[in-house]
């Protein structure tokens, strides 16, 4: 894709080792080892790929999943009536809230953690 993408006339085709040269002194963003990230409150918004919090998240999802695999069949052949209601609530809420969470997550590309919010959120 040979369009801009608005940040310093870096094109989206270009790798992140190529940005890496644009950044320079910019306050827009700032590189920190082999990570990069917004500056400001941006920089607390996204998700560390590899943190405590998304592997508990991701962990909890695994626990919902094997939930929704046992009981949406038996639910739908009327086998099985869940009382508590507040339950399908709560796994709804959590997939809705993982598509969130997915979207604000960093990630790697070319050997580096990208955690822009630009980048993260389609």
């Not at 002194?25 to 405590?52: A, Y």
């Not at 869940?82 to 790697?108: C, E, H, N, R």
């Amino acid at each position: 894709n040979a369009r801009g993408n608005g940040h310093n006339g870096v094109r989206k085709s270009q790798s992140l080792r190529d940005l890496l040269d644009v950044i320079g002194s910019k306050n827009h963003q700032m590189l920190m080892g082999q990570e990069i990230r917004d500056r400001g409150l941006l920089q607390h918004v996204t998700i560390h790929p590899d943190g405590m919090f998304r592997f508990l998240w991701c962990l909890f999802g695994a626990a919902l999943l094997m939930y929704d695999v046992w009981v949406i069949p038996l639910d739908l052949a009327d086998l099985w009536t869940p009382d508590a209601k507040w339950w399908d609530i709560s796994t709804m809420s959590y997939w809705a809230l993982d598509m969130v969470f997915q979207s604000l997550t960093g990630f790697t590309n070319d050997g580096i953690l990208d955690m822009r919010i630009e980048s993260t959120v389609p």
